[in-house]
C-alpha cells in the first residue's frame, strides 16, 4: 500500500519555463509535507515544506501547494534552471508518527 | 565538514557473507533512521532509533540488525547477505524539535553477487 505516490516518473523542461512536479497522497493522517531533491550519487536533500494548516509555501524559485481535499501537493519551480536537474522526492509525515513517507520520486531534467 | 556521513560508499561481497555500514551524524540530532532504496528508486523505511532507543523497525528481515552506540551512530549490521538485499542504503537524521526534515548521508550502495 502506498501511501505517497508520484504518478510521473520522469519531467523534463526546457530552461526559464516552470516545472510542475506532482505527488498525491491516500493516509488523512498525514498533516506536514516535504519536498526532497537528490542528485545523483548522493543522499537526498531537503528544499521546501508544507504544514496541513496551510495551501501555499513559497521559498525563492519553489513553491509548494498543498489541496488537502484532493490528497494532492505539487511542486512548482520557476524559472527552471539547469542545475535543477535532480530527482525529487515527495515526503508525508503525521505529528508524533516519528517518519516520514516517501514518494518514489521524479527525475526532472532542464534543458538549456 | 560532512553533516551526515556513510561508510563504505560502495561495497561488493558474495551472498551469505556478513557486512556492516557505519553512519555518523555531528549535527547533534536525537534521531537517526537507516532507508533502503532499491532499483525502483523507491526510499523505504527500515529503523528509526532516538537516543539510542529502537522505536522504529519496519517489518524488515532480522538478517538486519541495526547498533546505535550512541545517539551519534547508527551503524547497520546485515547477516547471510541475500541477492535482494541489493540497493542503496541511506542514513538519516532529524532534530528530536525538528518537524520532520531529515538529513541524510551520501549513501552506500551494497552489491551482492
Known amino acids: 500500500d502506498q501511501q505517497v505516490k508520484q504518478n510521473s516518473p520522469s519531467l523534463s523542461v526546457q530552461e526559464g519555463r516552470i516545472s510542475i512536479l506532482n505527488c498525491d497522497y491516500t493516509?488523512?493522517?498525514?498533516?506536514?509535507f516535504l519536498w526532497y531533491k537528490k542528485y545523483p550519487a548522493e543522499g537526498p536533500t531537503f528544499l521546501i515544506s508544507?504544514?496541513?494548516?496551510?495551501d501555499k509555501n513559497e521559498d525563492g524559485r519553489f513553491t509548494v501547494f498543498l489541496n488537502k481535499s484532493a490528497k494532492h501537493l505539487s511542486l512548482h519551480i520557476v524559472p527552471s534552471q539547469p542545475g535543477d536537474s535532480a530527482v525529487y522526492f515527495c515526503?508525508?509525515?503525521?505529528?508524533?508518527?516519528?517518519?516520514?513517507?516517501f514518494g518514489d520520486g521524479t527525475t526532472l531534467t532542464v534543458k538549456p | 565538514d560532512t553533516a551526515v556521513s556513510q561508510t563504505p560508499k560502495y561495497l561488493v561481497t558474495q551472498m551469505g557473507n556478513d557486512k556492516s555500514i557505519k553512519c555518523e551524524q555531528n549535527?547533534?540530532?536525537?534521531?537517526m533512521y537507516w532507508y533502503k532504496q532499491d532499483s525502483k528508486k523507491f526510499l523505504k523505511i527500515m529503523f528509526s532509533?532516538?537516543?539510542?532507543?529502537?522505536?522504529i523497525n519496519e517489518t524488515v528481515p532480522n538478517r538486519f540488525s541495526p547498533k546505535s552506540p550512541d545517539k551519534a551512530h547508527l551503524n547497520l549490521h546485515i547477516n547471510s547477505l541475500e541477492l535482494g538485499d541489493s540497493a542503496v542504503y541511506f542514513c538519516?537524521?532529524?532534530?528530536?524539535?525538528?518537524?520532520?526534515?531529515?538529513?541524510f548521508g551520501p549513501g552506500t550502495r551494497l552489491t551482492v553477487l
Open positions: 538519516a537524521s532529524k532534530s528530536v524539535e525538528s518537524t520532520d526534515t531529515q538529513y
Open positions: 493516509n488523512s493522517m498525514f498533516d506536514y
Open positions: 508544507i504544514s496541513s494548516i496551510k
Open positions: 515526503a508525508a509525515s503525521h505529528t508524533n508518527a516519528g517518519k516520514s513517507t
Open positions: 549535527l547533534g540530532h536525537d534521531t
Open positions: 532509533y532516538n537516543n539510542k532507543e529502537l522505536i
